[in-house]
């Protein structure tokens, strides 16, 4: 009787693991060295260029519609003057159990082959349950049909759609440049290699605390630092498994923070 | 359902079939025709009043406005970051709530051969469907590209895309227009002979609308079985479709990770829920339409004297899941419950409303213990809207406690709705208006042939013996 509730069990388990989990391409990985990292936000400003995103202004900005797809989250600890100031990068974590993707209507996130979670903008009706679900906060929605003021617009980034307003949007670790990485190396008849990809936040980090690379490849840096003793992953109690690992920094007094 | 009739045809006594049922002593059967068709072809000043109020309302405060959003964007809203839902699904929650109770009423009272169900289920049963139209725009409002709203439905297309069924949104879309299209076929079914005893009393054009909807009714014995038979399978149908269907909509909130939405209680709670604001709903509504319409034979005290017990069952059933899920959440002592608990309970502004649908819907409806309550109309229509008001709010602190305070502080903002949410509000009380105020005048609201079940046959003066 027991063998046979174990069984039902397992069986039960085996149904939760969405089916992509043994046949992806690639486990785009980001590894953030939270030791490394100054909180200087470069990375915010490339990922502002790189991925065409709009400035919403004073005004939207104070109703929290800023659309930084990447930003760095600050916290403070304590009363003066013992305070501690603490920060973390947080962008779309690409959880391969995303709550997201279970969300959308219409498959306008899904999964891919390279382990990515991804937003189709042109599928997108706009129902807003994606964002709502997704337990970082890392989803942005085109409010308004925004404008590059003359003569910024020749700024656009020509790899990137730039989208319309009633789409939900976010990280794409960079999907274009991985797009183009995987052309390019389909053209030379060779696997990608590690480190031939950098998405614009890891390239333009000035301490170089962003890594990426593929997790299925053992020889990558991403996995050999996502074995380091200080690995943690954000809100992972709540089992999306996201793909975004940290580093945990450490202290003046040889502790080890979160943040 | 087939008229047959207690009367006592030996003696010629009659008796109605429940004594408690007043409407038994004094109408005739022609009265009763001569009632309800004149709701329908006799229309005063007030009337025409009330629909133009209603109809410029929907125009001014809802089209307008919606268009505006159209145009410019969903950003003219009050929505931000974390807070991607508010008033819209506020109001989508609360309409499908309104539409709970009157077809599931009338199917539970059909079913347990109810009598004093007669002479409201139809107007009950029009609410509901108009109410989950109001609803279903709702759904359209909030989204951010409605012209693609098609896309939702599983039509075939070139391109080979496809619905996502494990979306909640998904089963909701499914749920809400089964939902919707039965709930019309009962209304449709069980007007079928009134609409043929309209039919034989008007003229003009509407002798020729009502000829077509009574499907050539004649009333003769095997119509009067296949009618029984066919309402009796959807009164059965009904009773699941209407648990499941707000169990659904609690899902859209439920199968998430968001605390304060994430909830196991939350199916029964909703659908607790949804029934106790949609009987608020019918008693409001009842009060007004009885009044206006002039039907206080039909619709009397004895009906809300009912309707107050059932409100007192459903705010007990309401409090008691309330409480549960507020101490479950506080023993757990989980951060992010907690969280949520606080600033649902004790922050300003939320507080105020908390504690006003605490008042509203657990303390007042104790006022039905009492029979006086419960036959006063005054005490009938502070009750109802303030259960109506308090379950608004249930839903509205819902979302807006709960998004707000997701797992990441850094991203914790609060949402305060704009005048454009606000209005669609007010619009989509004008909407139902609209749609019932033209449901009174295009169609029997108070069933005929039911009502006359519970009068006595016609008998000859000084008859009784045939």
Redesign the interface.
């Known amino acids: 009787m027991s063998g046979f509730l174990e069984r039902i069990a397992g069986k039960l388990k085996s149904y939760r693991e969405p089916g992509y989990y043994t046949k992806l391409d690639h486990k785009w990985t980001m590894v953030i060295d939270l030791d490394k990292c100054n909180g200087c936000e470069a990375c915010v400003v490339a990922c502002y260029a790189e991925n065409n995103l709009p400035v919403v202004g004073k005004e939207?900005c104070a109703?929290?519609?800023?659309f930084s797809w990447l930003?760095i989250?600050?916290?403070v600890e304590g009363e003066y003057p013992d305070v501690k100031v603490k920060f973390i990068p947080?962008m779309c974590q690409q959880c391969m159990k995303a709550?997201c993707e279970?969300?959308?209507?219409?498959?306008a996130t899904?999964h891919n082959q390279d382990g990515l979670n991804v937003q189709v903008y042109n599928?997108?009706?706009?129902?807003?349950?994606c964002?709502?679900?997704c337990?970082?906060?890392v989803r942005?929605?085109?409010?308004?049909?925004y404008k590059w003021p003359k003569p910024l617009e020749a700024q656009l980034n020509p790899d990137v759609s730039v989208r319309e307003?009633?789409?939900?949007e976010k990280c794409t670790f960079c999907i274009q440049r991985i797009r183009s990485a995987k052309d390019k190396a389909k053209d030379e008849g060779k696997p990608v290699k590690d480190g031939d990809i950098k998405p614009a936040c890891s390239q333009s980090c000035p301490t170089g605390a962003i890594y990426f690379g593929d997790l299925q490849d053992p020889e990558s840096i991403v996995a050999k630092l996502a074995k380091s003793p200080r690995r943690y992953r954000l809100?992972e109690e709540?089992n999306?498994d996201p793909s975004v690992i940290y580093l945990k920094r450490v202290m003046g007094d040889g502790t080890t923070s979160h943040e | 359902m087939a008229p047959h009739h207690t009367s006592d045809y030996q003696t010629g006594e009659l008796k109605s079939r429940d004594l408690s049922y007043p409407t038994g002593g004094g109408i005739s059967y022609k009265e009763v025709n001569d009632d309800v068709v004149r709701t329908m072809t006799q229309t005063g000043k007030w009337y025409y009043i009330a629909l133009a109020g209603a109809v410029s309302g929907f125009l001014a405060f809802w089209i307008l406005p919606w268009a505006y959003q159209i145009y410019t964007g969903q950003g003219v809203t009050g929505l931000n970051t974390p807070d991607f839902w508010g008033i819209y699904l506020t109001n989508f929650v609360f309409w499908i709530g309104i539409s709970h109770s009157g077809t599931l009423l009338s199917a539970i009272l059909f079913i347990t051969k109810t009598p004093w169900r007669r002479s409201i289920y139809r107007s009950a049963e029009a609410m509901t469907f108009f109410s989950v139209a109001t609803a279903a725009v709702f759904i359209f409002v909030h989204m951010g590209r409605p012209w693609n709203f098609y896309w939702t439905v599983p039509y075939p297309n070139q391109r080979s895309l496809w619905l996502n069924f494990q979306s909640p949104l998904m089963f909701d879309v499914f749920a809400i227009s089964t939902y919707a299209t039965s709930s019309m076929i009962f209304l449709y079914f069980g007007s079928i002979p009134d609409l043929a005893a309209v039919r034989d009393r008007v003229t003009g054009w509407r002798k020729q609308i009502y000829s077509m909807l009574a499907l050539g009714w004649r009333g003769t014995d095997s119509e009067w079985h296949w009618l029984f038979k066919a309402y009796t399978f959807f009164a059965v149908f009904i009773i699941p479709l209407a648990v499941s269907v707000h169990s659904i909509v609690s899902w859209d909130f439920a199968l998430s990770k968001v605390p304060g939405l994430a909830k196991t209680i939350f199916a029964p709670y909703f659908v607790v829920g949804a029934i106790y604001s949609g009987s608020a709903g019918i008693v409001t509504l009842m009060i007004i339409f009885r009044k206006a319409m002039k039907l206080e034979k039909y619709i009397t005290l004895n009906h809300f004297d009912k309707l107050g017990m059932l409100l007192l069952v459903m705010s007990l059933l309401w409090s008691y899941i309330n409480v549960i899920e507020v101490f479950t959440g506080w023993y757990a002592n989980t951060s992010p419950e907690n969280e949520t608990l606080i600033y649902r309970m004790f922050t300003t502004p939320y507080a105020y409303m908390f504690w006003l649908m605490i008042f509203t819907n657990t303390i007042l409806p104790l006022l039905f213990i009492f029979k006086k309550c419960r036959t006063s109309i005054l005490a009938c229509v502070v009750v109802s809207l303030g259960i109506n008001v308090g379950m608004w709010l249930e839903r509205y602190l819902i979302l807006t406690t709960s998004l707000p305070r997701k797992f990441l502080p850094y991203m914790w903002h609060d949402y305060i709705p704009s005048w454009v949410e606000i209005s669609m509000t007010l619009g989509s009380f004008c909407f139902f208006a609209m749609l019932f105020l033209l449901f009174v005048k295009l169609w029997p609201s108070v069933s005929i042939y039911e009502v006359k079940e519970d009068i006595g046959i016609p008998m000859r003066k000084g008859g009784g013996h045939h």
């Open positions: 939207d109703k929290s519609r800023a930003r989250e600050r916290y947080v709550p279970t969300g959308c209507p219409v498959y899904y599928r997108c009706v706009g129902t807003f349950t964002a709502t679900y337990t970082y906060d942005r929605f085109n409010w308004f049909t307003m009633g789409v939900m809100l709540l999306a």
